[in-house]
């Protein structure tokens, strides 16, 4: 599990080997073996025997912005591995290699975003006709995509044109499914007006967490990616390897809105701008983590969704491992 420290005063120290987490109204304790990762999303207080704590169990300690961006980490210097993998990595995320796996991680997410639209098609029926141009559609960008030569000089450009593509149609149709007030007009990152990005937003944030971490732990630079651009304070290969996970939380957001189990829950702060509740935070995480924790089948595997995330990353190291450029 995922402990979060998202109230004023709250304090994480070390008690008898435990985590000690503190409010003014409780306290109680967690065994290290029972956490995976420590978010900080408010001003709080973390003793150094804390601290220590996490990097001996290998628990990643994350600061993040409240709509659950990451903007700083503490890991266990154990998460360092040889130069050797890192010099292979540059290598191996700009040759045929890196394309083709880049190649068959978009098509994993456009099979997820498909599967996605063919769920939500009868939830409307005036927009049916749209549905089945949008499946069609998707099919037709897995097909070109699949049969796309990596040994072309335009190969990224052309699985980045695959994946927007498909975005603009999935996103288009996905909000006019929803029921108000989370339909929405236009996906967007930055300001949103509307409940449904906001929260969407939030829950890759967390996710983007969980992955960056899993890269680190098997000693991935996650500045080194195929498909996304390098650059300050991005971290490229953490958004390739997010890519086919992106439609499993769709799922999870549209799954809890169809089914009526979120409410709205935007508040406006002193400069106006909108953001998520706390109510509304603590009630993502919950529905993140029990997703992350839960088993289901992914490629035909079936094991929980933590497990597939690291099981992939592991698949990476070892295809670049066995890079021989």
Same mark, same amino acid.
């Given at each position: 599990?995922?402990?979060?420290?998202?109230?004023?005063?709250?304090?994480?120290?070390?008690?008898?080997?435990?985590?000690?987490?503190?409010?003014?109204?409780? =306290?109680?304790?967690?065994?290290?073996?029972?956490?995976?990762?420590?978010?900080?999303?408010?001003?709080?207080?973390?003793?150094?025997?804390?601290?220590?704590?996490?990097?001996?169990?290998?628990?990643?300690?994350?600061?993040?912005?409240?709509?659950?961006? +990451?903007?700083?980490?503490?890991?266990?210097?154990?998460?360092?591995?040889?130069?050797?993998?890192?010099?292979? /990595?540059?290598?191996?995320?700009?040759?045929?290699?890196?394309?083709?796996?880049?190649?068959?991680?978009?098509?994993?997410?456009?099979?997820? /975003?498909?599967?996605?639209?063919?769920?939500?098609?009868?939830?409307?029926?005036?927009?049916?006709?749209?549905?089945?141009?949008?499946?069609?559609?998707?099919?037709?960008?897995?097909?070109?995509l699949t049969a796309l030569n990596t040994d072309d000089i335009d190969c990224i450009k &052309?699985?980045?044109?695959?994946?927007?593509?498909?975005?603009?149609?999935?996103? /288009?149709?996905?909000?006019? =499914?929803?029921?108000? +007030?989370?339909?929405?007009?236009?996906?967007?990152?930055?300001?949103?007006? %509307?409940?449904?990005? +906001?929260?969407?937003?939030?829950?890759?944030?967390?996710?983007?967490?969980?992955?960056?971490?899993?890269?680190?732990?098997?000693?991935?630079?996650?500045?080194?990616?195929?498909?996304?651009?390098?650059?300050?304070?991005?971290?490229?290969?953490?958004?390739?390897?997010?890519?086919?996970?992106?439609?499993?939380?769709?799922?999870?957001?549209?799954?809890?809105?169809?089914?009526?189990?979120?409410?709205?829950?935007?508040?406006? $702060?002193?400069?106006?701008?909108?953001?998520?509740?706390? +109510?509304?935070?603590?009630?993502?995480?919950?529905?993140?983590? $029990?997703?992350?924790?839960?088993?289901?089948?992914?490629? &035909?595997?079936?094991?929980?969704?933590?497990?597939?995330?690291?099981? %992939?990353?592991?698949?990476?190291?070892? /295809?670049? &491992?066995?890079?021989?450029?």
């Open positions: 599990m995922q402990i979060v420290l998202d109230t004023y005063g709250i304090s994480l120290s070390v008690r008898n080997g435990c985590f000690l987490i503190a409010t003014e109204k409780e =306290k109680r304790m967690v065994h290290p073996d029972r956490i995976t990762s420590i978010l900080v999303t408010m001003a709080c207080r973390i003793s150094s025997p804390a601290i220590l704590l996490a990097a001996t169990n290998e628990i990643s300690l994350v600061i993040c912005s409240r709509t659950g961006k +990451p903007e700083a980490r503490l890991w266990s210097p154990r998460f360092l591995n040889t130069s050797m993998l890192r010099r292979k /990595q540059y290598g191996f995320t700009r040759c045929n290699s890196g394309y083709r796996w880049m190649k068959e991680t978009i098509v994993r997410k456009l099979v997820n /975003q498909l599967s996605n639209i063919r769920f939500l098609a009868d939830r409307k029926q005036s927009v049916s006709q749209e549905s089945e141009d949008v499946v069609r559609g998707i099919e037709h960008s897995i097909v070109c &052309k699985i980045r044109y695959f994946e927007a593509s498909v975005a603009k149609q999935y996103w /288009q149709l996905v909000g006019k =499914k929803l029921p108000a +007030p989370f339909c929405f007009l236009l996906r967007t990152k930055l300001n949103p007006t %509307d409940v449904f990005n +906001p929260y969407i937003n939030y829950l890759y944030g967390v996710l983007r967490n969980q992955v960056e971490t899993a890269i680190l732990s098997f000693g991935l630079d996650p500045a080194l990616g195929c498909m996304h651009r390098d650059g300050y304070k991005l971290p490229s290969l953490v958004f390739d390897l997010m890519e086919p996970y992106r439609p499993i939380i769709d799922r999870l957001l549209i799954e809890t809105v169809l089914g009526g189990k979120l409410t709205d829950s935007m508040e406006t $702060d002193e400069l106006g701008n909108r953001r998520i509740s706390r +109510p509304g935070r603590i009630k993502l995480i919950d529905l993140f983590n $029990d997703k992350l924790h839960k088993t289901g089948v992914y490629n &035909k595997t079936k094991t929980s969704f933590l497990n597939l995330i690291l099981l %992939d990353t592991k698949s990476l190291v070892d /295809q670049i &491992k066995s890079y021989e450029g």
